[in-house]
Each structure stands twice: as structure tokens, then as C-alpha cells.
């Protein structure tokens, strides 16, 4: 490192997602901890809108982008402006996961050590009311002109990194947030600060190995050099074990954190690691259910799922929520025809609702005989125990911007996944075939559920060819 200098970043964007949005502008402060050594800024052209309500916080406009330099352009500069220095920024999350993105579209890895002035700030001024650049300023009497243009807050931003390190105990303080907190001696005996340092800074699975080469716990993350950083700073027995029994560790890349569940899940149950639990996803909160009433009809309900009900009762399905449990089981009562009392869906001691509807053939009412409805709640038995009721695929994120991963789901199971090139994306057929098959578990479609209805995602019907979503 070039005797810890600084490189204090702030970037302008189209707005607040990295993997949606694009820089706009960029400002560089080069800062030895003493001396300004240099500074650099850019307009840059997004390629894309700047929505109104952006430019009315920042000033910049279409206009003034219009003949700036393209990313691509300006790439080389930033890299060399970065290059063997610690990337500071204030919040620098949102800088460097926007420069991350932009650098991946080109297929470039940028990876720096960086440190957060935000995080910095409370830790030398702790107490204050709020730690936002514009608050700051204020409160230490920062000169700041144009604040939210690139220059300007870097700027900033280096004289509020200045005061920092005036602090007794900088050196400290920076090192412990550079290195995530992580000292030599909170490393495994047999490991070293650089094979932390060396480990991406990408989604996927990461696998802690022994002395003698076995996996002995397996992990996923968004950031796989972050969350293994937390692992050794944690304090808690399983840290503990695994600060003693680790001594290298390696890693898969996903792009996508949807395959990165699927893959650790599996990984879990194939590898069998000594320090995972068995289970380690949270359970869905509603289930249901299904026994034979004391006049041999077969009856659903929707339960509170607990460990205590999994042990006891005959779990059919699980969801997220009453509603989801409700829709679904009300889905196959229609379809099948079956009971409202039956299904729980109505109430009341004699013919339900449904039965008036001529939607219930009256086994409430013992219209219907018990082997007779009981074919029938067979086969909504089975039909509930597929989450999914129709074949397709799910795109999500790849290893690379070109690149696209693909989750099939066939016959109410999950499948496997593939990574395909996005020019590859409309030929289903081509892709269902690339699919690796996976051996499938039970919670498989529940991480796809609960995946899905959180995050979205864009999905294809294998049959037709056409978008459509998950309800």
C-alpha cells in the first residue's frame, strides 16, 4: 500500500440499485492522511434516463451528460486512481457496490480494502444525533458547497476522514474497519489474514475445510469475503469451533443468491458438515394438514407450524402466510370439489356453503359416502403436496453480466439450475436441456417459494414460452 493512502470516492447514480441504476458522476480524492496529493472528477453518461426527481437533488441533467464519457471510458483512470489504496467513502456500501456493478458489466472484478467514514465517525465521535455527510458538516463546520455533486462531497468527505485521524487511536480504529474487524490473532492457527483478503467479494457458497481436507461447514452469502470475515469474529461455540477447526476454505460462485440457497442447501445434505445444524432455513409459519375424521372422511386444516405439530401431525404443506395457505387449500376444494366443513373453509354443522353452491357433492351432510370423497381428497392430498402447479423456469442473476442463471421447476418440483448466456435466454427448450438435475428435497420449493414472494423474479411457462408469475 502506498503508505495507506487514501483514495476517498463519491459517485452520482440514476438511483439506489446497483444492479438497475447507473453512475453518473464520480469524484476522487487522492489523501496521504495529511495532504491533499490529488484530485479527479467526472461526468458520466448512464446510457440510460436520469429521473426528474434525481436531478433535482444533484443538478445534473441529461443535458450535461449527454457528451460525457461513457463508464468504459473513464474505467482505466478509476482503477489506477484506486489502485493499491483504500477506497473510503461515507457509506461506502453504496459507492463501491455501484462501481462493482459497473466494473462487472465490463467483466472486470474490482476489489479494493475499503473503509466507511460513516462507521469511522461514530466510532471517534460517538453520540451524536445523526451521521449523514450534510449533518457532519454542519456539526464539525466542514466548508461543503454542491453537496451531492461527486468532487464536492469527496471533498468533504477527506476533511471529515482528517479529523478522524487525529483521534489517538486511528491507526487502530482504521485497521479494525479495513479488515472487517479481523486481527491476527482472532485467525485460525493454521490461517492467514490473506486468505481472507483473497476471497471474492461475489455472491455464492463458501466450504470451511479441516487439516485433512474435509468440509466441516458450509455457508452462502451475497458477499462471501464479508460473511466469512464475520465467522471469525464471532464469539458465540460455533465460531469458536470453527476458529479452531478450519484451515482453509474454499468457494463456488453463483451470481444468484436464489442458486446460492438451492446449492448450500444440497451441499448441507450431501456433505453432511460437522459444525451445520440439520436445518438451518426458518419454517414457514402456517402448514396444512390432514387426518381421517371419526366418520372416515378425510379432513384438511391450516395449523400453526410448529415442531410440535411436524412431529405429530401429517404435514402436508407449508406457506409463509394464512392467506397463502388459504388460497392454495381453497384452490384444490374447488377444483376437487370438496367439502367446505372438510377443508375447514366454512363452518357450521350441516350442509356447507359450497354444498349450496353445488360445489360439494354433501359429504357434510353425508350425501357422498366416505370412499367416495376420500378418492377425491386423495388426490387433493397429492396435489397439495406440489407447491407448484405448472413447469417453469426462473432467471435470476449470473457469474458474470453476460451471463444468466436458470432454475427449473417440472412437475411441481424443483429440478436443478443451469447458467446459460443471456443470448440463450429465449430458447427454452435449449435450456431446460442444459439443466443440471439436482436431487430434490423438501425444502427446495419452499426456498423457491419464499424466494419468489420476497424478491420476484422473471419467470417462463416451459410449455408456451411466456412470462408469468409466481401467486
Given at each position: 500500500?502506498?503508505?495507506?493512502?487514501?483514495?476517498?470516492?463519491?459517485?452520482?447514480?440514476?438511483?439506489?440499485?446497483?444492479?438497475?441504476?447507473?453512475?453518473t458522476e464520480v469524484g476522487i480524492v487522492i489523501f496521504d492522511g495529511e495532504k491533499v496529493l490529488e484530485r479527479w472528477e467526472s461526468l458520466i453518461n448512464p446510457e440510460m434516463r436520469i429521473p426528474?426527481?434525481?436531478?433535482?437533488?444533484?443538478?445534473?441533467?441529461?443535458?450535461?451528460?449527454?457528451?460525457?464519457?461513457?463508464?468504459?471510458?473513464?474505467?482505466?483512470?478509476?482503477?489506477?486512481?484506486?489502485?493499491?489504496?483504500?477506497?473510503?467513502?461515507?457509506?461506502?456500501?453504496?459507492?463501491?457496490?455501484?462501481?462493482?456493478?459497473?466494473?462487472?458489466?465490463?467483466?472486470?472484478?474490482?476489489?479494493?480494502?475499503?473503509?466507511?467514514?460513516?462507521?469511522?465517525?461514530?466510532?471517534?465521535?460517538?453520540?451524536?444525533?445523526?451521521?449523514?455527510?450534510?449533518?457532519?458538516?454542519?456539526?464539525?463546520?466542514?466548508?461543503?458547497?454542491?453537496?451531492?455533486?461527486?468532487?464536492?462531497?469527496?471533498?468533504?468527505?477527506?476533511?471529515?476522514?482528517?479529523?478522524?485521524?487525529?483521534?489517538?487511536?486511528?491507526?487502530?480504529?482504521?485497521?479494525?474497519?479495513?479488515?472487517?474487524?479481523?486481527?491476527?490473532?482472532?485467525?485460525?492457527?493454521?490461517?492467514?489474514?490473506?486468505?481472507?483478503?483473497?476471497?471474492?467479494?461475489?455472491?455464492?457458497?463458501?466450504?470451511?475445510?479441516?487439516?485433512?481436507?474435509?468440509?466441516?461447514?458450509?455457508?452462502?452469502?451475497?458477499?462471501?469475503?464479508?460473511?466469512?470475515?464475520?465467522?471469525?469474529?464471532?464469539?458465540?461455540?460455533?465460531?469458536?469451533?470453527?476458529?479452531?477447526?478450519?484451515?482453509?476454505?474454499?468457494?463456488?460462485?453463483?451470481?444468484?443468491?436464489?442458486?446460492?440457497?438451492?446449492?448450500?442447501?444440497?451441499?448441507?445434505?450431501?456433505?453432511?458438515?460437522?459444525?451445520?445444524?440439520?436445518?438451518?432455513?426458518?419454517?414457514?409459519?402456517?402448514?396444512?394438514?390432514?387426518?381421517?375424521?371419526?366418520?372416515?372422511?378425510?379432513?384438511?386444516?391450516?395449523?400453526?407450524?410448529?415442531?410440535?405439530?411436524?412431529?405429530?401431525?401429517?404435514?402436508?404443506?407449508?406457506?409463509?402466510?394464512?392467506?397463502?395457505?388459504?388460497?392454495?387449500?381453497?384452490?384444490?376444494?374447488?377444483?376437487?370439489?370438496?367439502?367446505?366443513?372438510?377443508?375447514k373453509l366454512s363452518t357450521g354443522s350441516s350442509a356447507c356453503f359450497y354444498f349450496h353452491l353445488k360445489q360439494c357433492h354433501g359429504a357434510c351432510v353425508e350425501q357422498e359416502s366416505p370412499e367416495?370423497?376420500?378418492?377425491?381428497?386423495?388426490?387433493?392430498?397429492?396435489?397439495?403436496?406440489?407447491?407448484?402447479?405448472?413447469?417453469?423456469?426462473?432467471?435470476?442473476?449470473?457469474?458474470?453480466?453476460?451471463?444468466?442463471?436458470?432454475?427449473?421447476?417440472?412437475?411441481?418440483?424443483?429440478?436443478?439450475?443451469?447458467?446459460?448466456?443471456?443470448?440463450e435466454a429465449n430458447d427454452v427448450e435449449s435450456v431446460v436441456r442444459s439443466v443440471k438435475c439436482s436431487q430434490t428435497h423438501p425444502d427446495t420449493a419452499r426456498i423457491i417459494q419464499r424466494y419468489?414472494?420476497?424478491?420476484?423474479?422473471?419467470?417462463?411457462?416451459?410449455?408456451?414460452?411466456?412470462?408469468?408469475?409466481?401467486?
Amino acid at each position: 500500500m502506498k503508505n495507506k493512502e487514501y483514495a476517498i470516492v463519491d459517485i452520482e447514480t440514476t438511483g439506489g440499485r446497483a444492479n438497475r441504476h447507473r453512475v453518473t458522476e464520480v469524484g476522487i480524492v487522492i489523501f496521504d492522511g495529511e495532504k491533499v496529493l490529488e484530485r479527479w472528477e467526472s461526468l458520466i453518461n448512464p446510457e440510460m434516463r436520469i429521473p426528474a426527481g434525481i436531478t433535482e437533488l444533484t443538478g445534473i441533467t441529461m443535458e450535461m451528460v449527454a457528451d460525457a464519457p461513457k463508464f468504459h471510458e473513464v474505467a482505466r483512470q478509476i482503477v489506477e486512481l484506486t489502485q493499491d489504496r483504500i477506497f473510503v467513502a461515507h457509506n461506502s456500501r453504496f459507492d463501491y457496490d455501484f462501481l462493482r456493478e459497473e466494473y462487472r458489466r465490463l467483466g472486470y472484478t474490482f476489489s479494493r480494502k475499503q473503509l466507511c467514514t460513516v462507521r469511522l465517525t461514530r466510532k471517534t465521535y460517538p453520540g451524536l444525533k445523526s451521521y449523514s455527510l450534510g449533518n457532519l458538516v454542519r456539526h464539525f463546520g466542514i466548508e461543503l458547497k454542491n453537496h451531492h455533486r461527486a468532487l464536492a462531497d469527496a471533498t468533504a468527505t477527506t476533511e471529515l476522514l482528517r479529523l478522524c485521524l487525529v483521534n489517538a487511536d486511528s491507526d487502530k480504529e482504521v485497521k479494525a474497519l479495513v479488515n472487517r474487524g479481523i486481527t491476527e490473532s482472532k485467525l485460525p492457527q493454521n490461517m492467514k489474514l490473506s486468505q481472507i483478503e483473497n476471497l471474492p467479494e461475489e455472491c455464492g457458497v463458501y466450504y470451511f475445510h479441516n487439516n485433512a481436507g474435509q468440509v466441516i461447514y458450509v455457508g452462502k452469502s451475497k458477499n462471501i469475503r464479508s460473511r466469512v470475515a464475520q465467522h471469525f469474529n464471532d464469539r458465540t461455540a460455533k465460531g469458536k469451533t470453527i476458529a479452531r477447526e478450519v484451515a482453509d476454505i474454499t468457494c463456488e460462485l453463483t451470481g444468484s443468491e436464489l442458486v446460492a440457497l438451492l446449492l448450500e442447501s444440497e451441499e448441507i445434505k450431501r456433505l453432511q458438515p460437522s459444525i451445520n445444524r440439520a436445518q438451518r432455513h426458518t419454517k414457514f409459519a402456517y402448514a396444512i394438514v390432514s387426518e381421517i375424521n371419526d366418520k372416515g372422511y378425510r379432513v384438511f386444516d391450516i395449523a400453526r407450524n410448529t415442531a410440535q405439530l411436524r412431529k405429530e401431525a401429517d404435514v402436508i404443506s407449508e406457506f409463509p402466510s394464512l392467506s397463502r395457505a388459504k388460497g392454495r387449500l381453497n384452490f384444490v376444494r374447488k377444483h376437487l370439489d370438496l367439502c367446505g366443513i372438510y377443508t375447514k373453509l366454512s363452518t357450521g354443522s350441516s350442509a356447507c356453503f359450497y354444498f349450496h353452491l353445488k360445489q360439494c357433492h354433501g359429504a357434510c351432510v353425508e350425501q357422498e359416502s366416505p370412499e367416495d370423497y376420500n378418492l377425491r381428497a386423495a388426490e387433493a392430498r397429492l396435489l397439495l403436496r406440489n407447491v407448484f402447479d405448472f413447469d417453469f423456469l426462473l432467471f435470476d442473476r449470473g457469474r458474470t453480466h453476460d451471463e444468466e442463471a436458470a432454475i427449473l421447476v417440472r412437475e411441481g418440483k424443483y429440478q436443478g439450475y443451469t447458467f446459460i448466456s443471456k443470448d440463450e435466454a429465449n430458447d427454452v427448450e435449449s435450456v431446460v436441456r442444459s439443466v443440471k438435475c439436482s436431487q430434490t428435497h423438501p425444502d427446495t420449493a419452499r426456498i423457491i417459494q419464499r424466494y419468489v414472494s420476497e424478491k420476484g423474479g422473471r419467470m417462463v411457462d416451459i410449455k408456451t414460452g411466456r412470462r408469468m408469475s409466481l401467486v
